[in-house]
């Protein structure tokens, strides 16, 4: 392990850290063998609740895993809301961190908002989620002052990448809220958008992931692909952006 993810599991070693394998129901036969590169700690942060991070951290484990990594993900948001809904193993912090660092290749954390500085500077990857909307467009300006203030401390990290949820392109507001985004962010938005579809509530609600419930839906496809683009396991390259 790298000093950066002994730095965090550091922080995730509290009382009532959850960690969920949601990767392993996904068939052996789908897994891609690649050259194992080490564990990745992905950071889910937001400064507006309700974007739809939970469901995305959940569901983004599963995409991972169809694309041949293997992948978990942890709660360290204080309200355990991913931990309520989908359940939690490996409760002792010491036998969870060593089991992760050993058997997984992408880690993706849960956090609350706002996010703890803790993941905001020592996490390998940061996605911040927004939805197309003017709450998460005005929390813009913030959130990219305060990752100055933590991430910036080394310039080994990468920056942080933004991903859009729950898009329709119906929506003018939408399209407007994007395009603003994409002009003040640049590269740093994802590529990849999450466009609004039913199935992924719903399976939320049900407490089961889009993929089981709803494969051939739209956020299923919009995961994937969201799994391709940011490439993260056995075998990836990490590339830090700028502008």
């Not at 990767?23 to 700690?41: D, E, F, H, M, N």
């Amino acid at each position: 392990m790298t000093p950066d993810v002994r730095n965090l599991l550091r922080h995730l070693r509290v009382p009532g850290l959850a960690y969920r394998d949601f990767g392993a129901a996904a068939p052996g036969s789908i897994r891609r063998t690649q050259q194992r590169q080490g564990l990745v700690t992905v950071g889910l942060v937001s400064l507006v609740a309700g974007v739809g991070r939970t469901a995305l951290c959940a569901n983004l484990v599963r995409a991972f895993a169809l694309e041949g990594a293997r992948a978990g993900a942890i709660d360290v948001d204080p309200e355990g809301t991913l931990t309520a809904m989908f359940g939690a193993e490996g409760r002792d912090p010491s036998t969870c961190i060593e089991h992760l660092a050993l058997e997984r290749d992408v880690l993706l954390v849960d956090t609350g908002s706002p996010p703890p500085s803790d993941v905001l500077s020592e996490a390998d990857e940061l996605l911040v989620v927004a939805r197309p909307d003017a709450a998460s467009l005005s929390a813009v300006a913030k959130m990219e002052e305060l990752l100055v203030r933590t991430r910036m401390r080394s310039w080994r990290k990468p920056r942080a990448r933004w991903l859009i949820n729950a898009f329709d392109g119906r929506r003018r507001a939408d399209r407007e809220a994007l395009a603003a985004m994409r002009r003040g962010l640049r590269p740093r938005v994802l590529a990849t958008v999450v466009q609004e579809d039913r199935a992924l509530q719903d399976a939320f609600l049900a407490r089961r992931l889009v993929h089981d419930v709803a494969p051939g839906s739209q956020a299923v496809a919009d995961l994937e692909a969201l799994a391709r683009e940011l490439h993260w396991g056995r075998g990836s390259e990490r590339h830090a952006w700028v502008d």
